[in-house]
């Protein structure tokens, strides 16, 4: 069963960029969240991530800051 994944970006961070293409290459189903335009998500994703930062990756509740692609793999187990 696919996992659930959230994505909170803006849409001028290059690694939210390559966050996503990465998922779309892997045939990942995601959620993404412009934080920029949503203030609500921004308070969300610092709630869970304790950073202002972005990317963030929520994968079934395990939080991801940045495009760290091995933790990404782990996480999503591919």
Excluded: W
């Amino acid at each position: 069963m696919a996992k659930k994944v959230l994505v909170y970006s803006t849409s001028t961070c290059p690694y939210c960029k390559m966050v996503k293409q990465f998922l779309k290459e892997n045939a990942i189903e995601f959620t993404d969240f412009d934080v920029a335009l949503d203030h609500q998500k921004a308070e969300e994703m610092v709630a869970k991530s304790g950073q202002m930062g972005v990317p963030v990756l929520d994968i079934e509740g395990e939080i991801i800051v940045g495009f760290d692609r091995e933790a990404i793999k782990k996480a999503l187990g591919i």
